[in-house]
């Protein structure tokens, strides 16, 4: 039960309820970082990474500021700690591991304004998942996001091949692209049954 | 080393000086928030109150509670079952739970009715619910249901959950069709009828909930208000009060 | 001077659009306009918001250091924010409800982040209020177009009054909001680039 359970939580999050397609968080990156392939890949993997580590960590602290009982320093106490986490992390990267420094460096000082992230861990505290639950639920969105966000990036490296009317290049074009690839992950819908 | 120091300083300065004023602010809206609530709350209590039938009041009017010492007055405390964090029932079966206080308000005619809140899992977000329950000589009915939260689901489908149109699919229902566990009816596999004699019998006595024509067959958030009862029966069952 | 408030004004709600023209908050430009009431709400909020924050920062901004001047920025948004859900929260209990999680997320809105650091931090305190306040109304005024739109052919309605039996129910479930905005976008960019081809014309 508990095992089936987390599985729900991790597929639901990752395409019946994804993150960009239908929750719409994470916009931004998602019509800014998806004109090329790698750079999109490169991305998903910073989010997927950020995403888990700061529901984690968040988790903990939303269990302070209930003993504390300030429930209202949530947001500020949220969006601190992931900007400093991911300065940190940008940090410790350079020093461990230049070579994923090099690939998703510049990647990093983007998220902190990613809605995902802070989304995320509001709707962790808001479904009061448990700590196990929320990795799940952390990892499936960022799944999520990185499938939504990689498929997106393939159908615009080639719309860019293809004549289109003035006014559609360029945002227009890829909402609309975006939208119809919403309406193929509404097909998810009856998936999990909850 | 300094600088750190004063960079650190002016920061935990700004954000002490924001800490403060919202705590202020947030002493200030306490108590219109914890009214807002409970007003929601006792709206709905009022409207599960009334008979399905006549939608007269089951009670007398000035019995029905009207702020929280009078609906204090009613909370029902069943044997056997500890509140944890505002959840007194959860069940490994039905997703949802049933939230504690539970309310129990005696009829003239030795009839209890009891109206519990609970939630399950919509498209979006929780769904709500307020519902009665009649207990009646050895014979208990949902009376009726009211829907509090239903924020997050989609309108023009699982939104029209709040249209009384919809929610009067829901009730009554019988012991048999609460016992068969209630249902929607591409669930039961049943195609919609326009014969309202014939949906009525099947939701009194098959537990068979018709919504699918009026909601445009959504069936996600009309599956979460019949978890919820399920659940709230599967409670009330296990609470010894069915017999 | 008064010609650097005009341009505030128009920039605001035209040649910058946050929403048609540069893409900023979309988030709940998407999420919140499955209503004409919704996207007021949300619009309004973030306007709220953004006056304030653009205030504060300005008078404020010589006391800030460089290095934590990001950080310091966003306290002082997410104040703002918390102070607005939790008023909205007691006084307007339905509307909160419904733009739920939407309003903590004002927080990490790029536009209101954007201004402070593009317009507030070098600004008279006079003219960061002017650029929030138009700024701020030129994304409500695009969040209600396309609160509208969505709200007349998905669900036959306009600020819930029904008078319409044909709904397309697509346009306000999520497909149908990028769909609408990607409409609208190309509808922005068809008309503002017509109209600055007959200008050139006339010069």
Known sequence: MEMSRLFVIFLSAMLVNNFVLSRFLGICPFLGVSRKLDTATGMSLAVIFVMTVASVITWFLNQLLLLMDIPFMRTIVFILVIATLVQFIEILLKKVSPSLYEALGIYLPLITTNCAILGLAILNVQQEYTLMETIFHSIGAGAGFAIALIIFATIRERMDLYEMPESFKGLAGALVTAGLLSMSFMGFQGLVRL | MLEYLKTGLVLMAITLVAGFALSLIYELVKEPIAEAELQEKLQAIRTVLKDYATSEPIMNEDKIPSDSESLDRFTWDPEGFVAEAGVIYTSPSIRGAVYSPVYRFELPDNGQVFVLVGESQGYGGPVSIVSSFIVRDGEVILNGIEVIEYAQETPGLGANISYDEVKERFYPVERSGLQAGLKVDKDAGVSPTTDTELMNRRRREEGIIQTSDVMTGATITANAVINALNLMYEFLSEAGVLQ | ?203
């Open chain 3, 1 to 203: 001077m008064t010609d650097k408030r005009r341009m505030i004004i128009r920039q605001g709600l035209f040649e910058q659009n946050p929403v048609f023209m540069q893409a900023l908050g979309m988030c709940p430009a998407l999420a919140t306009t499955t209503s004409a009431v919704n996207a007021i709400g949300m619009g309004v909020a973030t306007t709220c918001v953004l006056v304030m924050s653009n205030v504060v920062i300005s008078i404020i901004k010589k006391l800030i250091p460089e290095k934590v001047r990001i950080p310091a920025y966003i306290v002082v948004i997410a104040s703002f924010v918390t102070m607005i859900d939790m008023l909205m929260h007691g006084f307007i209990y339905e509307l909160w409800k419904t733009l739920g999680l939407f309003i903590p997320l004002i927080v990490v809105n790029c536009l209101i982040l954007g201004r402070a650091e593009s317009f507030a931090s070098k600004n008279s305190t006079g003219l960061a209020f002017l650029d929030g306040l138009f700024m701020g109304m030129g994304f409500t005024g695009a969040l209600f177009i396309l609160g509208s739109v969505r709200e007349i052919l998905g669900n036959g309605s306009f600020f819930g009054m029904q008078f319409s039996e044909v709904k397309l129910f697509a346009f306000v479930l999520p497909p149908g909001a990028y769909l609408a905005l990607g409409l609208l976008a190309a509808f922005f960019t068809f008309v503002s680039g017509k109209l600055s081809k007959s200008s050139k014309k006339k010069d």
